[in-house]
T-cell receptor, first 113, second 115 residues
Framework: AQKVTQAQTEISVVEKEDVTLDCVYE???????LFWYKQPPSGELVFLIR??????QNEISGRYSWNFQKSTSSFNFTITASQVVDSAVYFC??????????FGAGTRLFVKA | ETGVTQTPRHLVMGMTNKKSLKCEQH?????MYWYKQSAKKPLELMFV???????ENNSVPSRFSPECPNSSHLFLHLHTLQPEDSALYLC??????????????FGEGSWLTVV
């Protein structure tokens, strides 16, 4: 069965600190995709990244980086030098074939000035 | 302008009212979705439409009635709701409905309060 676990419910950091958001997933499929979304207080889920199960290369985009490790079924997200604007709820998600994207419970990040 | 727009952004309705949520996508996608986000619950998939045909109905009560007149528009008709239906209702779209590589793009959501 599909499952996505984000064990960190809330994280609070001070601006300029680095922070890592954890995501662990379960799937029996060999072909799947993993996603991260950001949800600011306005409500919209903003797509950040998509990764397929055959590509374990880490990815960096500005202050954001993602570490995908199939051996531990993890897809962690690091924000370097966090800023107040990074405050939001972050969701990790998993999609196999079919119609459903399974979302984790989300991690609420507070970045204090 | 976002690729997926939802109206209204905020709605307060009584339990005997009938109202509708509207969603429009400008991305040329063929699949549209309704998700429900309640406090302290994970995102719940409600309905999936592929080329105006409903392909997934996730055990949603009949007081929620979706309508997809074309691949760009999606409605959620609401009637005789309960206070526990108060939530953020998110519309989304993707290129196609089925398949692992689909990225879902969300609208800003409609905040619904049932009084």
């Amino acid at each position: 069965a599909q499952k996505v676990t984000q064990a960190q419910t809330e994280i609070s950091v001070v601006e300029k600190e680095d922070v890592t958001l954890d995501c662990v997933y379960e799937t029996r499929d060999t072909t799947y995709y993993l996603f991260w979304y950001k949800q600011p207080p306005s409500g919209e889920l903003v797509f950040l990244i998509r990764r397929n199960s055959f590509d374990e290369q880490n990815e960096i985009s500005g202050r954001y980086s993602w570490n995908f490790q199939k051996s531990t079924s993890s897809f962690n997200f690091t924000i370097t030098a966090s800023q107040v604007v990074d405050s939001a709820v972050y969701f990790c998600a998993l999609r196999e074939g079919g119609f459903k994207t399974i979302f984790g419970a989300g991690t609420r990040l507070f970045v204090k000035a | 302008e976002t690729g997926v727009t939802q109206t209204p952004r905020h709605l307060v309705m009584g339990m005997t009212n009938k109202k509708s949520l509207k969603c429009e996508q400008h991305l040329g996608h063929n699949a549209m979705y309704w998700y429900k986000q309640s406090a302290k619950k994970p995102l719940e998939l409600m309905f999936v439409y592929s080329l105006e045909e409903r392909v997934e109905n996730n055990s949603v009560p009949s007081r929620f009635s979706p309508e997809c007149p074309n691949s760009s528009h999606l409605f959620l008709h609401l009637h005789t709701l309960q206070p526990e239906d108060s939530a953020l209702y998110l519309c989304a779209s993707s290129q196609v409905a089925r398949g692992s590589g689909n990225t879902i793009y969300f609208g800003e959501g409609s905040w619904l309060t049932v009084v």
